[in-house]
């Protein structure tokens, strides 16, 4: 069953997604089919795994939180990376890490919602 937090994070994402696209399609040529490529498998692996995490019984979710988790660190590096080189401005790096962070936030608090203690 969808919580309205699993449904908001969906919308966050889908939101991302749809920014990071208009990015990915002015990389130069070389890297729009190799890092551009690697972003865009991330943010749909991201969606994907959030939506079978709506579709599940609650204590199996924290697998597909922790994929979430490790394609939202995956994408900062790959766009800290762009950033680097120059393929996109210090603006469009701000907005789009403003935008996974918000998506971590989001993600923290289902991952506590399930209540689930970690092993120390």
Known sequence: METNNQLVIIRKIEKYIEYMLTILIKLPRTEKFSI?????????????????????????????????DSNIYYQRICIRIMYN?????MQKYKYSNEMLSEIGK??????????????A
């Open 36 to 68: 551009g490529t690697e972003i865009k498998t991330s943010m749909y692996d991201m969606l994907k795994n959030i939506l079978f995490a709506t579709k599940i019984e609650k204590k199996k979710r924290l697998e597909y939180y922790n994929i979430v």
């Open 85 to 89: 080189n120059k393929w996109i401005d």
């Open 106 to 119: 989001m993600l923290g608090g289902l991952i506590k919602s399930l209540g689930i203690k970690e092993n």
